[in-house]
Nanobody
Framework: QVQLVESGGGLVQAGGSLRLSCTAS????????IAWFRQAPGKEREFLTA????????YYADFVKGRFTISRDNAKNTVYVQMNNLKPEDTAVYHC??????????????????WGQGTQVTVSS
């Protein structure tokens, strides 16, 4: 079992960058695939990107390709998502999620067993 904590959110202007972090307050992330999802007000939660438990495979939703990069540092027990060229429509609460020994192409919420509380990202125009 693992408890996830996101950090790194905040307010940024359009075109700016943020790096979000997902760490484990208890347990280790090394045997988990980690994904990032986001949920904007009035919208459903949507998949953004995921990295396999080995770190050897990543997958991105089409609308973030070229702007978001996911990576993991097992020594720091942390998964990151670097977000560049942010747009106002990227404003949402960003969540990380974990699936034990998962691959990177797990895009459905129900495929993940553990979720963090989320971090708010606000992009101003």
């Amino acid at each position: 079992q693992v408890q996830l904590v996101e950090s790194g959110g905040g307010l940024v202007q359009a075109g700016g960058s943020l790096r979000l972090s997902c760490t484990a307050s208890s347990g280790t992330l090394t045997t988990y695939a980690i994904a990032w999802f986001r949920q904007a007000p009035g919208k459903e939660r949507e998949f953004l990107t995921a990295i396999s438990w080995t770190g050897g495979s990543t997958y991105y939703a089409d609308f973030v390709k070229g702007r978001f990069t996911i990576s993991r540092d097992n020594a720091k027990n942390t998964v990151y998502v670097q977000m560049n060229n942010l747009k106002p429509e990227d404003t949402a609460v960003y969540h990380c999620a974990a699936d034990v020994y998962g691959g990177s192409r797990l895009v459905r919420e129900e495929e993940y067993d553990y979720w963090g509380q989320g971090t708010q990202v606000t992009v101003s125009s």
